[in-house]
T-cell receptor
Framework: GENVEQHPSTLSVQEGDSAVIKCTYS??????FPWYKQELGKRPQLIID?????GEKKDQRIAVTLNKTAKHFSLHITETQPEDSAVYFC???????????FGSGTQLTVLP | NAGVTQTPKFQVLKTGQSMTLQCAQD?????MYWYRQDPGMGLRLIYY???????DKGEVPNGYNVSRLNKREFSLRLESAAPSQTSVYFC????????????FGDGTRLSIL
């Protein structure tokens, strides 16, 4: 089955700096890659997603890039703010929700 | 609209006790899922229901049973709880299994002593 590796497991940045989280996947048939943000004690919430037919997607301060050849995708957060502090999960699937495989998470801390 | 509602939010059980976690969605979704989340790990699928009347095993089904009571409700049962089942449990739903993204409930924090 699919294997998703996520790095780093923890990341601390100064407010205003950028943060980058990287994930690699194993199944070349994977075609949907969501990113979830989970605040302490809360539900995972989708913040951005990308499909395999595009290489980059942006939404204000958040962007995701996908390299299908290398089988990796990354989350970029610019101008970080303290409220960006949370655990971020990447995931991938070949199409069905039941096949969604999650990475192990990155604890992002934005220092004021 | 409440989205996906899970009850209870917290529960402490003793080893060997049984318990049912409830999940309901009001988005007219066909597919529903149960996940567990353990420290330092991503979510892992326990069981799913692609549509009303069907259920299937996910990655980690041992020790659990599920019931798709109707289109809205999908329950998860622990027949004889074990400490290894201490976890946070999330229910999720989508309009169809090939649909994305999933909508998650707030989770149930379950501790088994």
């Amino acid at each position: 089955g699919e294997n998703v590796e996520q790095h780093p497991s923890t990341l601390s940045v100064q407010e205003g700096d950028s943060a980058v989280i990287k994930c690699t996947y194993s199944d070349s048939a994977s075609n949907y890659f969501p990113w979830y943000k989970q605040e302490l004690g809360k539900r995972p919430q989708l913040i951005i997603d990308i499909r395999s037919n595009v290489g980059e997607k942006k939404d204000q301060r958040i962007a995701v890039t996908l390299n299908k050849t290398a089988k990796h995708f990354s989350l970029h957060i610019t101008e970080t703010q303290p409220e960006d502090s949370a655990v971020y999960f990447c995931a991938s699937t070949t199409g069905s929700a039941r096949q969604l495989t999650f990475g192990s998470g990155t604890q992002l801390t934005v220092l004021p | 609209n409440a989205g996906v509602t899970q009850t209870p939010k917290f529960q402490v059980l003793k080893t060997g006790q049984s318990m049912t976690l409830q999940c309901a969605q009001d988005m007219n979704h066909n597919s529903m899922y149960w996940y567990r989340q353990d420290p330092g790990m991503g979510l892992r699928l326990i069981y799913y229901s692609a549509s009303e009347g069907t259920t299937d095993k996910g990655e980690v089904p041992n020790g659990y049973n599920v019931s798709r009571l109707n289109k809205r409700e999908f329950s998860l049962r622990l027949e004889s709880a074990a400490p290894s089942q201490t976890s946070v449990y999330f229910c999720a739903s989508t309009f169809a299994d090939g649909d994305q993204p999933q909508h998650f409930g707030d989770g149930t924090r379950l501790s088994i002593l």
